[in-house]
């Protein structure tokens, strides 16, 4: 997650090197372009929620957080910033 436009190159040089490190483990063929590539929460946070929405609608109930930065401040700024879009409602913890 990023929180200014000028940091989104950054974030997908990094994500071409980790996937340069990684390969096709667990998945199908890598998109050509690193920035169609739907695996990584790459974004500003209302990319990365409507992110995590789409998943969870699809029945994601849990997601593995990797940063290849090792940023604790980037794991506080995804605690801050996305995770109350994921809050149970009122009507839901009543349930």
Same mark, same amino acid.
């Not at 695996?39 to 998943?55: D, F, H, N, S, T």
């Given at each position: 997650?990023?929180?200014?436009?000028?940091?989104?190159?950054?974030?997908?040089?990094?994500?071409?090197?980790?996937?340069?490190?990684?390969?096709?483990?667990?998945?199908?063929? @890598?998109? #050509?372009?690193?920035?169609?590539?739907?695996a990584p929460l790459l974004g500003?946070? =209302?990319?990365?929620? +409507?992110? %995590?929405?789409?998943?969870?609608?699809?029945?994601?109930?849990?997601?593995? @957080?990797? #940063?290849?930065?090792?940023?604790?401040?980037?794991?506080?700024?995804?605690?801050? =910033?996305?995770?109350? +879009?994921? %809050?149970?409602?009122?009507?839901?913890?009543?349930?």
């Amino acid at each position: 997650m990023f929180h200014d436009e000028s940091e989104r190159a950054a974030a997908y040089e990094t994500r071409k090197r980790v996937v340069s490190v990684i390969g096709d483990l667990a998945r199908d063929k @890598l998109p #050509d372009r690193v920035e169609d590539d739907t695996a990584p929460l790459l974004g500003m946070p =209302e990319e990365v929620i +409507a992110r %995590l929405k789409q998943l969870e609608a699809g029945g994601a109930t849990n997601i593995l @957080l990797v #940063d290849p930065n090792a940023s604790v401040g980037n794991l506080r700024a995804f605690a801050r =910033e996305v995770m109350p +879009a994921f %809050l149970p409602t009122h009507a839901a913890v009543a349930e």
